[in-house]
């Protein structure tokens, strides 16, 4: 298996406040992702970065932001969260891009 | 618009039957890759297909890559109750080489 570990795994916080998950990976690959699975919309990319601090915006991005400031921790920051980002998160990691992804076990939130 | 279109959204057939999920798109691709998520896990690469017209076999899993490389099928034999799982398409567009798209997905249920 990957080492893919996603922190915290359950989380439930209120309207306004900020969260951070963080994502680990022990596999020194290159691109790491953040997505969003809901219902009915499937797997949506919300950032992903393709080295130490270089990220960029995925599909649903607003709302959030990230950092990598090392290979192995990517970080995904809600500043003032909304029951709009009641989801479940998932980090993964790629070799290149396009080759196969790696999940994380997922990180499941809740904003109340 | 959702450029990965999976069809069916769900289905549930009795073990032992056959079936065969889609997954299209109006776009070439240099590569499809299907995944399959288990309840409360990541979702994990099953197969990759690069070449068009290729067929790749996974046990009772067929996978094959339109030749046009704008679609794929997932043929499962004699399904088995350990099939259920939620089964992704996932694509590489070709010139875009810095991440994949997701289709929505096909839940497959397989009654005992």
């Known amino acids: 298996d990957a080492g893919i570990t996603q922190s915290p795994r359950h989380k439930v916080t209120e309207t306004g406040t900020p969260v951070t998950l963080r994502c680990h990976q022990t596999?020194?690959?290159?691109?790491m992702y953040w997505y969003r699975q809901d219902p009915g919309h499937g797997l949506r990319l919300i950032h992903y970065s393709y080295g130490v601090k270089d990220t960029d915006k995925g599909e649903v991005s607003d709302g959030y932001s990230v950092s990598r400031s090392k290979t192995e921790d990517f970080l995904l920051t809600l500043e003032s969260a909304t029951s709009s980002q009641t989801s479940v998160y998932f980090c993964?990691?790629?070799?290149?891009?396009?080759?196969?992804?790696?999940f994380g076990p997922g990180t499941r939130l809740t904003v109340l | 618009t959702q450029l990965l279109e999976q069809s069916p959204q769900f289905l549930s057939i009795q073990e032992g039957e056959n079936l065969t999920v889609y997954c299209n798109s109006s776009s070439v691709f240099s590569s499809l890759q299907w995944y399959r998520q288990e309840p409360g896990e990541g979702p994990v690469l099953l197969v990759t297909?690069?070449?068009?017209?290729e067929v790749k076999k996974l046990k009772r899993l067929t996978f094959q890559f339109g030749d046009a490389r704008k679609d794929s099928s997932l043929h499962i034999t004699a399904a088995q109750p350990g099939d259920t799982g939620l089964y992704l398409c996932?694509?590489?567009?070709?010139?875009?080489?810095?991440?994949?798209?997701f289709g929505k997905g096909t839940r497959l249920h397989i009654l005992p």
């Open positions: 596999e020194n690959h290159r691109y």
């Open positions: 297909v690069v070449t068009g017209g």
């Open positions: 996932a694509g590489a567009r070709m010139n875009r080489d810095d991440k994949i798209i």
């Open positions: 993964a990691i790629s070799l290149n891009g396009v080759d196969e992804q790696f």
